[in-house]
């Protein structure tokens, strides 16, 4: 069972460069999301989306893009990347209130 | 604005003994009350939940308790194993998932 697969695993950008993390779930879940992860912290909203063509804003969604084509993948887009936006990644779904998560991607920006 | 809240970073508990996790939150709306368990490098995997209309539930070792006038829930684990060690997240959120988190509470099982 892939469950909620996200790629790349680990990534160093340079400031200013752009990238996209992708998701991808095989569990059929209609609710997708998208939370980063600084140290010391909790996880925060970035995105989410409720299916296919629908997103939308969560806690923490400036310097970022999303879409949502289809029901398993669920892309997220850095523009311009930041220092600040060093942080882990991880992309989860769910169909009811118990939210299945990735492995997460390490993101580093220099 | 920070609605869920862990104050402790972290607790250290001997194998066999009793963990209590505790988490305050502040949104009287919330409908599900979740923990996440982690471990490094490793995204969080769901452990156990309780709806708003109840006050106790259990799975195995794990429980958790909600007390909603104190807008308060916690989480008992009996008793502690070494693979316990992890950091425990507790999250609260609707019906279909969208969560948020508090901040963690790193916890350490020793012999």
């Known amino acids: 069972n892939a469950g909620v697969t996200q790629t790349p695993k680990f990534r160093i950008l340079k400031i200013g460069q752009s990238m996209t993390l992708q998701c991808a779930q095989d569990?059929?879940?209609?609710?997708m999301y998208w939370y980063r992860q600084d140290p010391g912290m909790g996880l925060k909203l970035i995105y989410y989306s409720v299916g296919a063509g629908i997103t939308d804003k969560g806690e923490v969604p400036n310097g970022y893009n999303v879409s949502r084509s289809t029901t398993e993948d669920f892309p997220l887009r850095l523009e311009l990347a930041a220092p600040s936006q060093t942080s882990v990644y991880f992309c989860a779904s769910s169909q009811g209130p118990e939210a299945f998560f990735g492995q997460g991607t390490r993101l580093t920006v220099v | 604005d920070q609605q869920v809240k862990q104050n402790s970073p972290s607790l250290s508990v001997q194998e066999g003994r009793i963990s209590i996790l505790n988490c305050d939150y502040t949104n009287s709306m919330f409908d599900y009350f979740l923990w996440y368990k982690k471990y490094p490098a490793e995204g969080p995997t769901f452990l156990i939940s309780i709806s708003s209309i109840k006050d106790k539930n259990e799975d195995g070792r794990f429980t958790v308790f909600l007390n909603k006038s104190a807008k308060h829930l916690s989480l008992h684990i009996v008793p502690s194993q070494p693979g316990d060690s992890a950091v425990y997240f507790c999250?609260?959120?609707?019906?279909?998932?969208?969560?948020?988190f508090g901040a963690g509470t790193q916890v350490v099982v020793t012999p």
């Open positions: 569990m059929n879940h209609n609710y």
């Open positions: 999250a609260a959120g609707d019906s279909w998932g969208k969560l948020q």
